[in-house]
């Protein structure tokens, strides 16, 4: 066998590979990561393939034809290249790919093999060259296979180069784009079999493997970018210098040789003068050069460091700090956003150090920052307190040191999106981190870069300490004034409260007075003229019945009372029933009538038919509706006028649907200031001591609860109340708008009646709803005004009255229920005002709007 310098080389990079395998084997005792199993079977590869380099052409395996050296050269390579291929996505940290690439690649393998020993593809050395003309499946299978291999290789390294989260990740793929193709241009040399390419291959492939074994023992590799931006200052440089030399050169050679001594004196000047020339030129051209690549001399970092030391010690507001510190990171180091961390012990455990991020200009774009904790015995405290260099994220991530770091403290600083972080120290104490993101070119930090970020978090600690304790002493300040402030608004309340108090029993001791003095003045009616004996049926009749009345009005405050303290325990139950909105307001209306139809007003519903059944407390609801109904009434004036409209909407962020209902009147308006208070119990707009007693009478007060309770009942639904009006003003009258939500479906937490097969159930209504049958009557119907707050006469509230004015004043009151009840005819007036009857709403003729 010939000895040629392709065997050499093969033998040379044969002893290379086992020196590389044994190397590697060392460094997988120390490691646990798969992807050295992998580097090894590669090693295993390539060391077979030199060895088999070192064999003449015609040598044959198992003395098979096919199996010649050219072949087995062949199908080293494509197996050399597979295996490169699924290391390839390990050391990307493509997961899914490794299994698609090892699976791809076996195929391609198996049917490379087959294909070429059917057809004995590689049985000649120069079997490329001669591709063309024998036209074999398994030459063009291979030549595609590794073609495809190389392209799909740099194009997922470039992938990973764009996509990495962190600068040093980005620099380890844009690496591999960088040693691929020499691994993979020299696996293809080789397995060509041209004898003269062979060589050069064999160095080729050697280089890129050890170039990819440094990649994957090393956790940081070389910066590409910035070896290839020094490789190009360097030679624009020495292109200067060649250049100067050069010039120098030939101008010596245009002196005229027989002037001996004029000649060297001339040439001792041109030697002074390219010298004199080379410095401010060669200065110029690196000043150029670093220009071109954007990169900063040491000159102008120390100057920005040097700004930052003595803009630093005069700064004691917290935001002046970081702000300083986010400009002078952005411009020496140039780096995307940057975060001051805030340090602070923890009040109750002494273990735990508690970061909370401070804000600064750059991150005005950057997502919002987690807030976490350290502990003191952690890994990551340990590092920063007592080495107080920065720590890269990349080594967080990556390097053994940082394998056992807790999981909440790595997926905190994983959460912060940031490179670098450099501890800020004062008395060994740590009080602060400089959390830095990527540089806006993604390149990742050298050694200067992080010399100058722990110079600057040096610099940092004192003057951060006492913007802290600045910052400490406002926030105090503020917390005393906010507490102040609470203390008068508590007085306020308090206050309010006291008035409130007060104006309630001004108001309850009125409405209780009043109808006790009606049940009181009756009785002694009865009394006198039964003692006198001219007591009759007639008499009786309408005595009773007033008792009656004010009896309900009595029973009516003090359920109103019991209602709003439900309210106020969140113990209001309901039963639900299906019902409609047009049921619920016609039995809201139906004992107002009497009294709108006295106060020549009118009321208008439109579009209550067509809304959908409801899941309702019915008589709650009733109740609630009356309630705004009857505030509509009071505070509207005679002839006014009162609009029911209902419609049916989807709520956009639950999906829910609800109805709608909207009370309008033409009365005196509410002030926007008093809009939210009215719904609050015993609110009054007005001086309690002027109070004055009616239940429908314009602008007569009650005790001040029918807005809170109808707020209460439609909460407890689920819905939502408000009203809407422009002004408060009796002369212009803007009139007022009251809206009611209420869901069709009740929704979940809603507070309920027990069921009866439940236990003990409460029943809270007056009509007891079953089966989802509707109410059709209420249990009275409501007078008139004057007859439910008919003041009695003086001399009956008076015991010392005589038997002879009680006995007067019981005739007087039957003559006059006599003549009300008494047929009259109708006014002109009367005929024109109109009332929503509960006829009109039950008559399918009339869909729109009812006026009776």
């Not at 609050?680 to 007569?700: A, I, N, Q, W």
Request: with cysteine.
């Amino acid at each position: 066998m010939e000895l040629t310098i392709s065997i050499i080389i093969a033998a040379i990079v044969s002893l290379f590979y086992a020196g590389l395998l044994y190397i590697t084997y060392r460094y997988r005792r120390s490691t646990e990561h798969h992807i050295v199993n992998w580097t090894m079977a590669l090693l295993v590869v390539g060391l077979l393939s030199s060895i088999l380099g070192l064999v003449s052409n015609e040598t044959t395996l198992l003395d098979q034809t096919q199996l010649n050296q050219p072949a087995l050269m062949v199908y080293g390579g494509s197996l050399f290249l597979v295996l490169y291929s699924v290391l390839s996505t390990v050391y990307l940290q493509q997961k899914r790919a490794t299994v698609l690439w090892l699976v791809v690649g076996s195929a391609w393998l198996a049917a490379l093999i087959f294909t070429s020993l059917q057809e004995n593809a590689f049985q000649s050395p120069d079997w490329v060259t001669t591709l063309s003309e024998d036209n074999y499946t398994g030459g063009y299978l291979a030549v595609g296979g590794w073609l495809a291999i190389a392209v799909l290789l740099l194009i997922s390294s470039f992938a990973k180069f764009y996509v990495a989260r962190l600068p040093e990740i980005a620099n380890r793929a844009l690496y591999w784009v960088v040693i691929s193709p020499l691994a993979i241009v020299g696996t293809i040399l080789i397995a060509g079999s041209i004898e003269s390419l062979q060589a050069m291959g064999w160095i080729i492939q050697a280089v890129g493997v050890a170039g990819a074994v440094y990649g994957i023992m090393a956790l940081r590799v070389v910066d590409v970018r910035e070896t290839l931006r020094t490789i190009s200052v360097n030679m624009a440089l020495t292109l200067v210098t060649t250049g100067a030399v050069l010039a120098a050169l030939l101008i010596a050679e245009e002196l005229d040789p027989a002037a001996d001594v004029q000649r060297e004196v001339l040439l001792a000047g041109l030697a002074l003068v390219t010298a004199t020339l080379h410095a401010p030129i060669y200065l110029a051209a690196e000043f150029i050069m670093m220009r071109l690549l954007r990169q900063r001399t040491e000159g102008s970092l120390a100057l920005e460091v040097g700004r930052f030391s003595e803009a630093i010690a005069g700064i004691v507001e917290l935001n002046e700090v970081v702000d300083l510190i986010s400009e002078t990171l952005e411009g020496a180091l140039q780096v995307r956003r940057s975060e001051l961390l805030l340090c602070t012990p923890d009040a109750h455990d002494e273990n735990i150090i508690h970061i909370e991020p401070r804000f600064a200009k750059l991150s005005d774009t950057a997502p919002a920052l987690p807030i976490g904790a350290l502990r003191k015995n952690g890994i990551l405290y340990q590092k920063l307190q007592n080495s107080r260099r920065p720590i890269l994220q990349y080594a967080i991530d990556f390097e053994p040191e940082f394998k056992n770091v807790d999981p909440m403290e790595r997926e905190f600083f994983r959460k912060m999106r940031m490179a670098a972080y450099a501890p800020v120290s004062v008395q060994g104490e740590l009080i602060g981190i400089i959390a830095v993101g990527p540089k806006i070119n993604d390149a990742p930090f050298s050694e200067m870069d992080i010399s100058i970020l722990s110079s600057i978090a040096n610099q940092t600690g004192i003057a951060l300490r006492n913007a802290r304790l600045v910052d400490d002493l406002r926030k105090r300040e503020q917390e005393l004034e906010k507490s102040n402030a609470e203390l008068e608004a508590a007085k306020s309340r308090l206050e309010a409260t006291d008035a409130v108090k007060t104006d309630f029993i001004t108001i309850a001791s009125h409405e209780l007075r009043t109808p006790l003095a009606q049940i009181r003045g009756h009785s002694d009616i009865i009394a006198a003229l039964n003692e006198q004996g001219t007591l009759t049926p007639e008499h009786l009749t309408t005595l009773t019945e007033n008792v009656r009345k004010a009896t309900d009005r009595l029973e009516t405050l003090i359920g109103d009372m019991l209602d709003v303290s439900r309210l106020d325990m969140s113990a209001l139950d309901l039963r639900f029933t299906q019902t409609s909105i047009e049921t619920v307001v016609r039995l809201a209306i139906e004992p107002l009538q009497e009294s709108i139809r006295e106060r020549k007003q009118s009321l208008t519903a439109k579009g209550l038919r067509q809304l959908p059944p409801i899941e309702a407390d019915t008589k709650r609801l009733v109740q609630a509706v009356r309630n705004l109904v009857l505030n509509a009434v009071k505070f509207t004036p005679d002839g006014g006028r009162i609009e029911i409209y209902g419609e049916l909407l989807n709520n956009a962020e639950t999906g829910i649907d609800e109805v709608k209902l909207i009370i309008k009147d033409s009365g005196i308006g509410i002030d926007k200031k008093n809009q939210e208070a009215i719904f609050e119990k015993f609110f009054r707009v007005g001086d309690p001591g002027l109070h004055s007693t009616g239940m429908t009478k314009f602008m007569g007060a009650g005790p001040g609860l029918g807005l809170t309770i109808a707020r209460g009942v439609v909460e407890g639904h689920g819905g939502r109340i408000w009203v809407e009006s422009e002004k408060y003003d009796p002369e212009t009258l803007p009139g007022s708008t009251f809206y009611v939500i209420i869901p069709v479906k009740p929704p979940q937490g809603v507070r309920r009646v027990m069921q009866i097969g439940g236990g003990s159930a409460r029943i809270t209504q007056d009509t007891v709803v079953t089966n989802g049958e509707m109410p059709t009557t209420m249990k009275h119907a409501v007078s008139s005004e004057e007859e439910i707050v008919q003041e009695p006469d003086p001399t009956v509230l008076n015991p010392s009255a005589s038997r002879a004015g009680l006995a007067a004043a019981a005739i007087a009151a039957a003559e006059r229920k006599n003549q009300t009840n008494t047929p009259q005819q109708p006014t002109e007036t009367d005929a024109s005002s109109s009332i929503l009857s509960v006829d009109a709403l039950t008559t399918p003729s009339s869909d729109e709007s009812t006026d009776a």
